[in-house]
């Protein structure tokens, strides 16, 4: 049932190839003998905001993890940017590696480092820069992420929670990726601070043609920037949609997530 409603409908849940970024197919992913994916389908538009949601415990992070090739599947196949994952000559992986960027949860920077040279440190490892044109790319990435020019020569434990994820997100943004990764990325923060990183990650979307594909529980996230939604749940992506169809779906854990007081309150500051 993975990338349609439980009806059957199929309506904007099978995109064609053209518009694939990131296919999934039959993914099987365990640790021991906890099977956490079990014939896992999923498909990423290019230039969407994805949402993913599903309960404590049923992979949204592996999943992920597994994409971008920090978790080894068990089972089935992962093609990005129309090349699958494990059948690339080392160079060919490498130069997908520098289309993706990742924001992992609290921003995970070097706490040793200040920020420019955390968010150097793509380019480091990935291209061979001299110094000075490094710095320069490394300011306008914290200037792009609404990051004031100051912040360059901060340490991490010098920013606020919310100026950390900005940074973490400048980082991501540092070899100008074609998909973005966030983790839980306005985890933490307080409701002014996740609103105005919610409109960041929209407008960064529109103006760069980024896909972004977002783990959250944050149903303000949801309703404000995700074009559709992909919900985990028995070991599979039961259905991915726009919002407004995951409100119709009768399965008992989407009407309680989207029909509760949080969903209800959302949608209404989206009205």
């Known amino acids: 049932m993975s990338e349609t409603t439980m009806t059957g409908s199929a309506a904007s849940a099978s995109p064609s190839d053209e518009d694939a970024i990131i296919r999934v197919r039959g993914l099987t992913t365990r640790f021991g003998p906890q099977v956490v994916h079990d014939g896992l389908d999923l498909t990423v538009r290019k230039g969407e905001v994805l949402g ?19 978790n080894q599947a068990a089972a089935g196949t992962i093609a990005v940017f129309g090349q699958v994952r494990g059948k690339l000559e080392p160079a060919g992986g490498r130069a997908r590696e520098q289309r993706g960027g990742v924001l992992l949860q609290g921003g ?17 490892e990935h291209a061979d820069l001299p110094r000075a044109l490094m710095d320069e790319l490394a300011g306008l990435k914290i200037a792009i992420v609404g990051l004031p020019h100051d912040a360059c020569a ?23 990726p074609e998909i973005v990764f966030l983790d839980e990325p306005t ?3 307080d409701p002014v601070g996740a609103a105005a990183f ?10 760069l043609g980024l896909t972004v594909v977002m783990i959250t529980h944050d149903l303000d996230s949801l309703y404000a920037i995700c074009d ?12 991915v949609a726009p919002i407004a169809e995951l409100e119709r779906n009768p399965h ?14 959302a949608r209404q500051a989206r009205q």
């Open 228 to 239: 559709r939604v992909a919900v985990l749940a028995e070991r599979k992506v039961l259905t």
């Open 52 to 70: 993913v949601v599903g309960g404590s415990g049923t992979g949204k992070s592996v999943l992920m993890r597994t994409i971008i090739g920090l």
């Open 154 to 176: 901060k340490f991490p434990s010098e920013l606020s929670g919310g100026m950390r994820k900005r940074a973490g997100l400048a980082r991501a943004l540092a070899l100008d």
């Open 108 to 124: 995970a920077l070097f706490s040793s480092r200040p920020v420019a040279e955390n968010v150097q440190a793509p380019m480091r």
């Open 198 to 207: 919610d409109i960041l990650i929209r407008e960064l979307s529109d103006t």
């Open 187 to 189: 985890a933490g923060l």
């Open 252 to 265: 008992p854990w989407l009407q309680s997530y989207f029909h509760g007081p949080r969903a209800r309150a």
